[in-house]
T-cell receptor, first 113, second 111 residues
Framework: DADVTQTPRNRITKTGKRIMLECSQT?????MYWYRQDPGLGLQLIYYSFDVKDINKGEISDGYSVSRQAQAKFSLSLESAIPNQTALYFC????????????FGPGTRLTVL | EDQVTQSPEALRLQEGESSSLNCSYTVSGLRGLFWYRQDPGKGPEFLFT???AGEEKEKERLKATLTKKESFLHITAPKPEDSATYLC????????????FGAGTRLAVHP
C-alpha cells in the first residue's frame, strides 16, 4: 500500500466551486506539505504543517486554505476555484529528523473550467 | 533570493550514452540538496540528499555530486527505463523546511 495517498486523483470543476483535496499518510511523519506544480515551473509550496496545531502559509497560499484533522491527514481547500488554479497538486510528508527528506504522494490533477 | 536552475531543460540520449544533468543554486546557507525522479502523472520519487561540498552518492546508474555552487547528476550507460524528469531542490539553513525546486530536466533515453 502507498505510504502517502491523495484523493481524488483527478477532478474537473467549474469556476466558483469549492473543492477539497485530501491527503493521508501511514509513514508516521509529523510534517505535511501541499505543493502545486505547473508545466515548466518548479513545485511551489502552498501550506505546511509541522504538527496538528501548527499550520503555516507557504509562498503561494492566496486562494487556498488547509485543515490538519489528525497527524495523518492534511486537506487542501479551494474556497472558490478559478481557472488559473488548474494544476497538479502534491502532498508531501517528512519526519522530524536530520535528513528531513520529503516524500510525495501520487498527486491530484485539478482542472477548473 | 534563493534560487535553483536546472540545465538542460530536456535531454535526449541513446541507450548506453552517458551524460550529466546540472543543478545550479544560490541559497543563504545550504542545509541539503535533494534529487528526485518524477515519472509522468506521478509524484516525485526521492533519490538522494547531499549535505556538503565534495559529497557523492550513488544508486544503480545514477551518481550525484555536490560543489558549493552546483550539483551534478551523472547517468552512466542509461537505459530506456531511466527516462523521466529529474528534479533538484535545495533547503536553506535556518527557518522552516522549505524546499526550493528547479523546473527539472526531462530525460528521454532511446533504444
Amino acid at each position: 500500500d502507498a505510504d502517502v495517498t491523495q484523493t481524488p486523483r483527478n477532478r474537473i470543476t467549474k469556476t466558483g466551486k469549492r473543492i477539497m483535496l485530501e491527503c493521508s499518510q501511514t509513514k508516521g511523519h509529523d510534517r505535511m506539505y501541499w505543493y502545486r506544480q505547473d508545466p515548466g515551473l518548479g513545485l511551489q509550496l502552498i501550506y505546511y504543517s509541522f504538527d496538528v496545531k501548527d499550520i503555516n502559509k507557504g509562498e503561494i497560499s492566496d486562494g487556498y486554505s488547509v485543515s490538519r484533522q489528525a497527524q495523518a491527514k492534511f486537506s487542501l481547500s479551494l474556497e472558490s476555484a478559478i481557472p488559473n488554479q488548474t494544476a497538479l497538486y502534491f502532498c508531501a510528508t517528512s519526519a522530524r529528523d536530520k535528513s528531513d527528506t520529503q516524500y510525495f504522494g501520487p498527486g491530484t490533477r485539478l482542472t477548473v473550467l | 533570493e534563493d534560487q535553483v536552475t536546472q540545465s538542460p531543460e530536456a535531454l535526449r540520449l541513446q541507450e548506453g550514452e552517458s551524460s550529466s544533468l546540472n543543478c545550479s543554486y544560490t541559497v543563504s546557507g545550504l542545509r541539503g540538496l535533494f534529487w528526485y525522479r518524477q515519472d509522468p502523472g506521478k509524484g516525485p520519487e526521492f533519490l538522494f540528499t547531499l549535505y556538503s561540498a565534495g559529497e557523492e552518492k550513488e544508486k544503480e546508474r545514477l551518481k550525484a555530486t555536490l560543489t558549493k555552487k552546483e550539483s551534478f547528476l551523472h547517468i552512466t550507460a542509461p537505459k530506456p527505463e531511466d527516462s523521466a524528469t529529474y528534479l533538484c531542490a535545495v533547503q536553506a539553513a535556518g527557518g522552516y523546511n522549505k524546499l526550493i525546486f528547479g523546473a527539472g530536466t526531462r530525460l528521454a533515453v532511446h533504444p
